[in-house]
């Protein structure tokens, strides 16, 4: 069984900075790719930022302010937040796309979730 473990939410001033980390333990193979996703009230779902191999992709309105980066030796992956905004709150999601063990099929593994409040 696969599990997702996420920290580093909080709540931080306008132009603060936040790390997030998501830790995967269980059984696991191969993962294949990684993504942030968050969710403020009342709207959809959004894709942050992803990283598929060492290949990193942003959403717009994170661009030059996020980064995502991924420790494959301890099946984490990081996203360090820069000069946020309060258009930032949110409910931060990790999501992995893995194999448990070799020849099985790759699923979608999610974390809990963290909270991020950007607010003065």
């Known amino acids: 069984q696969v599990q997702l473990v996420e920290s580093g939410g909080g709540l931080v001033q306008p132009g603060g900075s936040l790390r997030l980390s998501c830790a995967a333990s269980g059984s696991i193979f191969n993962i294949n790719s990684w993504r942030w996703f968050r969710q403020a009230p009342g709207q959809e779902r959004e894709l942050v930022a992803s990283?598929?191999?060492?290949?990193?992709s942003y959403v717009d309105s994170v661009k030059g302010r996020f980064t995502i980066a991924r420790d494959n030796a301890k099946n984490t992956v990081y996203l360090q937040m820069n000069d946020l905004k309060p258009e930032d709150t949110a409910v931060y999601y990790c999501?992995?796309?893995?194999?448990?063990?070799?020849?099985?099929?790759?699923?979608?593994?999610w974390g809990q979730g963290t909270q991020v409040t950007i607010s003065s």
């Open positions: 990283i598929v191999s060492s290949v990193t």
């Open positions: 999501h992995a796309y893995l194999q448990s063990k070799s020849g099985d099929s790759f699923r979608n593994y």
